[in-house]
């Protein structure tokens, strides 16, 4: 069965510094990857995704993640953090790349200091 | 403008009722979902469509139900026999075949 971890449950970052939040998965074949955030209260917006091809992969809001095969992660990273990247941060895993029948890792929650 | 709506944002409940929680899609998507969220669990699945007419049990089914009358509406009824069901519910879509699921803001339900 696939699984998704993120070993880190809060993470707290200083506004400007880099951020890398983990996540590692398991799953039998070549594995579909997306990072989505959640904004208090809200439902789950789309940061990118992987499916095949460059392992780093760019998203929105000036995030990328890249896709480590021999590490089983795609660890998610951003070179300089805003106040308003404070949310929580979901790694999941797809069967296929119809985006059906993902598993989410727990979260992490990512807060900012001035 | 085309998205997710789920109604209402919050939702309070006695216990032992049963509650419906709606979720409209105006994206023409074949396949929907319903997961719920409990702090620190992430999101697991409850429900899934992928036609009118038929669905599946995700891994946490059990008090709850669905249907799947019309390719835009995909609602949940959390019955009595669900036995924690205080949290929070996400419903999704994406068309088939797609890459990517599309998530609405989400429903809190509350049970007093």
């Known amino acids: 069965a696939q699984s998704v971890t993120q070993p880190d449950i809060h993470i707290t970052v200083s506004e400007g510094a880099s951020l890398e939040l983990r996540c590692n998965y398991s799953?039998?074949?070549?594995?579909?990857l997306f990072w989505y955030v959640q904004s208090p209260g809200q439902g789950l917006q789309l940061l990118l995704k992987?499916?095949?091809?460059?392992?780093l992969v760019q998203g929105i809001k000036g995030f990328e993640a890249e896709f480590k095969r021999s590490q089983s992660s795609f660890n998610l990273r951003k070179p300089s953090v805003h106040w308003s990247d404070a949310a929580e941060y979901f790694c999941?895993?797809?069967?296929?790349?119809?985006?059906?029948?993902?598993?989410f890792g727990g979260g992490t929650r990512l807060m900012v200091k001035p | 403008d085309g998205g997710i709506t789920q109604s209402p944002k919050y939702l309070f409940r006695k216990e032992g009722q049963n509650v419906t929680l709606s979720c409209e899609q105006n994206?023409?998507?074949?396949?929907m979902y319903w997961y719920r969220q409990d702090p620190g669990q992430g999101l697991r699945l409850i429900y899934y469509?992928?036609?009118?007419?038929?669905?599946q049990k995700g891994d946490i089914a059990e008090g709850y139900s669905v249907s799947r009358e019309k390719k835009e509406s995909f609602p949940l009824t959390v019955t009595s026999a669900q036995k924690n069901p205080t949290a929070f519910y996400l419903c999704?879509?994406?068309?088939?075949?797609?890459?990517?699921?599309?998530f609405g803001p989400g429903t809190r339900l509350t049970v007093l």
């Open positions: 999941a895993v797809g069967h296929n790349n119809a985006g059906n029948m993902l598993t």
């Open positions: 799953y039998g074949a070549t594995p579909y």
């Open positions: 992987y499916f095949s091809g460059d392992t």
């Open positions: 994206l023409n998507h074949d396949a």
């Open positions: 469509s992928q036609i009118v007419n038929d669905f």
């Open positions: 999704a879509s994406n068309p088939l075949g797609g890459d990517t699921q599309y």
